[in-house]
């Protein structure tokens, strides 16, 4: 039977076991007897109702595989097949969160039937009689509780609607979710084009089809949390076979599992590179060519480490992607005896850095009996992963088929450096390279603010190309707006910040505007500051670093680079081009450090659905340059590979 309503499309089979049905090692059984031949038949069916659907632009998440069991009470799940008892089924509908209108329930039946004819059943009547000669009908227990339905609307009503793309996806988004790869593949795709919402479904799309788990990895820490939250919705019955978990996080656990304990102390890894600085980069042709060392330190991070360069040679002919600078024979020597320092040093203390989990961690999985066994790997905002990150991941599943995909958008690459596919031994050649355009999120005069920031910089794309013209970009209409703010001083600024969001707020009692909203910076210390200045204007406010996709009617306040993959209503960037014109130094290394500002801003304002409010104090003076040494003291950047 198939059955469509608000919830979605459920293929139900319905059995009248004695035994009670359950789950043995992942089995159906009835009793001890194993049936999971009706598990694999029943999810045959729901392939092709999938099928069916997809010529609807339907997302294969939408329908679900249901067991009911008559005389049973039951209520559990085998791999993504939901298990129900009559008495269960009835409330577990009615309380889901609605996916489908009414209307489209029509389309969706009208469609079903055209594709699946009802059996033909005789005409019965039924004509219950009972022994005692008493009326059954009277005495019968209801089939269903109807209270407890009734209880399971409501919830269902207060539930959050499911979004749009949650059921419906674009042709093209909707063909690279089910489509077959042979090998390794990539998605890429302007800001806001749905890489992620793909990557989701074709979370869900595998785990259906397979019975290993999927491993949804992410550079960011606070971006699994969110996302495993979508999954939930988009298809509660896969959830507990998607692991979402930030790249770092993954390896550190892995090494913990292997015995392998690294002590990462950011804090002392700095020390270390200041240190190490002191000792052989001031004083060397690096400063010249730039005094601020972060710029080395992420040489250091990004390129030599980040690449797995074990040996000067490799270094000195290495192209480097993602950094324009060139650097002459005599600063690839310097920095790599900067590089060596900082090793020294660091294996001194006994210190390590994020770069070191992940090289370890490289190391453990060359052993093919160490590797944890997935189905598949899903990595994104795969362009802010290093070499070393990628190759880890490409060490989990190799390149079987469907079994690594990478998704991310090299212009919004927010950390120096790159890599490109080729030096990971990934090939994605073959039709294996799909490219999302058209953008679902940002209002079109909020995307052009953004691309005009870009002021259509080249950008290196991990498949080795240099991206020279902006990205052929359609945008889904909706309306929106961008403000402006120039103000004459800091504090005018920030009044004028304060008055937006008050506005935003209003006096109602509706936080949800304010809940919908986030305050995005270049820096830590900006969201330091701006949450208390919120804070004291009774705003109500919380870390982006807390965000974990639940609804909150708090402000959210972060950093750029926390940002990532999210999206807001509104977005207010405050000061928002101050590492812009910062990053304009003059030194040698300008057109690196100016990129990746730019990049990093136009993150920030990407994240904006309908609202971005953009603040500036044009004629500021912004603080001299620091020199080598007092940068040194105060690194300004993330201290190697800090999340
Ligand atoms: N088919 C669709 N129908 C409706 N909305 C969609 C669709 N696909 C994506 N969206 C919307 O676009 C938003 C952006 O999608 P998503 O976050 O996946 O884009 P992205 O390419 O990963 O963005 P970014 O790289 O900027 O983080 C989603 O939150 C969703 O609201």
Redesign the pocket.
Known sequence: MILVGPGGVFVIDVKNWRSPPSALDGRLHAGSEDRHQEIIKLRAITSRVQDELAILDMAPAVVASVMVFANQSVEQCVGTVFLRGVKEIAPWLAALPRRLTTPQVGRVAVHLAGKFPAYDTPDLVERPVRVDGSDPQQQAPSLFDVDAIARAEQQSVLARPI???MT???PD?LAIVRRRWNGPARIS?A????????GLHRAVWLAQRTVGKILYVTFVKNLPRVQAQLLARLSPAVADRVEFCSLHAWARSLLDQRGVHLRVDLAAVGNCFSRAWLHVGRSSVLAELEPNPTYWQDEITYVIKGRGFTELGQYLTATRPGRRTALRRVHREAAWQLYLEYERLRAERGVHDFTDVLTEAVAVLRDPAARPRYAAVIADEVQDLTLVGVRLLHQLVGDAPNGLLLIG?GQ?AVYPGGFRLSDAGIDIRGGRAEV?RVN??NAADILTAALQTLDGQPFDDIDGTVVTTGPAVETAYRDGRVIRVDAATANEHDQAFLAAVRQLAGDSSDDRRLGDAAVLCARKKDVVYYQRLLTRAGIPNSNLEDYDGQATGELKVGTFLRS??L?FKHVFLPHHDRDVRKAQTGSLTETDRLALAKRQLFVGM?RARDVLWIGAVPDAKLPRPRTGQEAAAVPDSPPLGSR
Do not use: C, I, N, P
Request: charged content about 25%.
């Open positions: 979004e749009s793309w419906y996806l674009h988004q795709g800001a806001g084009t749905g890489k992620t919402v793909v958008d919004q999302l679902y999120r990532k993959g999206e990407t």
